[in-house]
């Protein structure tokens, strides 16, 4: 079982930025995956990025080349940067640890990009 707590969202202008941090209760370094969900009103959860346990990272198509993934197994600490933010880019971020067997979420944190 892992426990997980976002933190940096905001309001921030187009083009803006801001780094999201997720805190895990455990060590990551044997957690299969850690990675960065959004979820923008009426639409459904989608996958921002997540990095394996290997240190191989996937991004979305959307956000590539604007988003980086990185995770800090000394601090237990997966954070997403993100640049160039666009008024799409609005949603509520959720953490998530991927254990294979089962999942585990954050609460969320809002982005809100807006002019």
């Known amino acids: 079982q892992v426990q997980v707590v976002e933190s940096g969202g905001g309001l921030v202008q187009p083009g803006g930025s801001l780094r999201l941090s997720c805190a895990a209760s455990?060590?990551?370094?044997?957690?299969?995956?850690m990675g960065w969900y959004r979820q923008a009103p009426g639409k459904q959860r989608e996958l921002v990025a997540e990095?394996?346990?290997?240190?191989?990272?996937n991004y979305a198509d959307s956000v590539k080349g604007r988003f980086t993934l990185s995770r800090d197994n000394v601090k237990n600490t997966v954070y997403l940067q993100m640049n160039s933010l666009k008024p799409e880019d609005t949603a509520v971020y959720y953490c998530?640890?991927?254990?294979?067997?089962?999942?585990?979420w954050g609460q969320g944190t809002q982005v809100t990009v807006t002019s």
């Open positions: 998530n640890a991927n254990l294979g067997a089962v999942r585990y």
């Open positions: 455990r060590s990551i370094s044997s957690i299969y995956a």
């Open positions: 990095v394996t346990s290997g240190g191989f990272t």
